[in-house]
């Protein structure tokens, strides 16, 4: 169903109750989303990005261990007040604005893992029925200009349908992503299929994790069967509403970083630190 355009998206989900096993034992205390990039953590990148976007109300859909992440975003007086009495009031500004004025964060609570596509759902009683974003923290993206979740803002602005951050994949890692296939309208999308063999690959467009959504997407997921992996599956759900013709892409123009890898998270690391160390140089 086509929506009104120039709907504000004012919500955003983050799906954060994984349990990070690939970077075990750092995360057996630590949920993954906090693992640094440099001085921030990831998911305060992804929580900048939708901020950026124009989301005022952010839902963190948790488990169990995750209640440091409410802490990260939650204020700390003591800590705010022991850096201003050392002088340090820069420091203290920034840690007591992480989150600016006006933004909300909600924590709800993902009881069971059953899949990206539950983590959505469960987030369905707060999210209502309006357009929202989704965002996966592990998806460490930079870009030049403006973020990935506001493009995805603008093209859903023109047409009111959902969106899908793509990035091209020429090899055979494209088993690792959902798969669109393209329609024959030029940012239409008839199609998804959650990680196929490279030689059953509708495409070289794979779906990354910058989603908006309209709120179609929950009953597609209530009624949704387990797909890959056993698991209740977002993609399936989007594939559901891209054959109504619901469904667009957006190609994403910057660089990603896997951070669910230990590959992907190094090479975040090292590029970030290169941009920190020449801005240091040039100053």
Known sequence: MT????TLIRKAVF???????????????????LLPVINKPL????VEDAIEAGCNTLIFVTGRNKRAIEDHFDRNIELETALQRN????EAEMIKHIVPNG?????????????????????????GNEPFAVL?????????????????????????????SVIEVNDNSISKYGVISPSSESA?????????????????LASIGRYVLTPDIFLALRKQTPGYGGEIQLSDSVNTLALNGDVERVLFDGQRFDCGSFSGYLKAITTVAGKVLKKDTNC
């Open 87 to 90: 002088g340090k009031i820069a």
């Open 136 to 164: 996966l923290a592990d998806d460490f993206l930079i870009t030049k200009k403006s973020s990935a979740t506001s493009e995805l803002v603008r093209a859903f602005n023109r047409t009111g349908k959902c969106q899908l």
């Open 188 to 204: 239409g999308v008839q199609g998804i299929i959650e990680k196929p063999d490279f030689k059953d690959a509708p495409s070289n």
């Open 103 to 127: 933004v909300e964060c909600i924590f709800v609570r993902q009881s069971e893992q059953l899949g990206l596509g539950h983590a959505v759902l469960c987030a369905e009683s707060l999210v």
């Open 15 to 33: 799906p954060v109750a994984g349990f990070g096993s690939r970077f075990l034992p750092a995360t057996k205390a630590m949920p993954k989303e």
């Open 43 to 46: 998911i305060q990148y992804a």
């Open 3 to 6: 929506r009104n355009i120039k």
